[in-house]
Nanobody
Framework: QVQLVESGGGLVQPGGSLRLSCAAS????????MAWYRQAPGKQRELVAG???????MYGDSVKGRFTISRDNAKNTVYLQMNSLKPEDTAVYYC????????????WGQGTQVTVSS
């Protein structure tokens, strides 16, 4: 089973930026979909962004135009660039692997906390 390790979370002011990283323990060329999900307290886990091995992307409606997902196959890493952050972006962000864009697989990282607050 592939191991996923997220990093890059932290505390940021509204309007600020963060870049999250998800490092995989295997060659990500063998992983069809890599994605970011998030879960805020008291809410269901939701899709933030996903990317296929062919660089097709999908974004949740609330982050379109602000977040960008990318993958670096040489580093076996997926990134989530988050700009214009809002307090409602506060959540634990999880990396996920799957077989269909928009549908979470069963393999998750441990999560990284993102807090947007002044």
């Amino acid at each position: 089973q592939v191991q996923l390790v997220e990093s890059g979370g932290g505390l940021v002011q509204p309007g600020g930026s963060l870049r999250l990283s998800c490092a995989a323990s295997i060659n990500i060329n063998s992983i069809y979909v890599m994605a970011w999900y998030r879960q805020a307290p008291g809410k269901q886990r939701e899709l933030v962004a996903g990317i296929t091995v062919g660089d097709v992307t999908m974004y949740g409606d609330s982050v379109k135009g602000r977040f960008t997902i990318s993958r670096d196959n040489a580093k076996n890493t997926v990134y989530l660039q988050m700009n214009s952050l809002k307090p409602e972006d506060t959540a634990v962000y999880y990396c996920n692997t799957g077989y269909r864009l928009g549908y979470a697989g069963t393999n998750w990282g441990q999560g990284t906390q993102v807090t947007v607050s002044s």
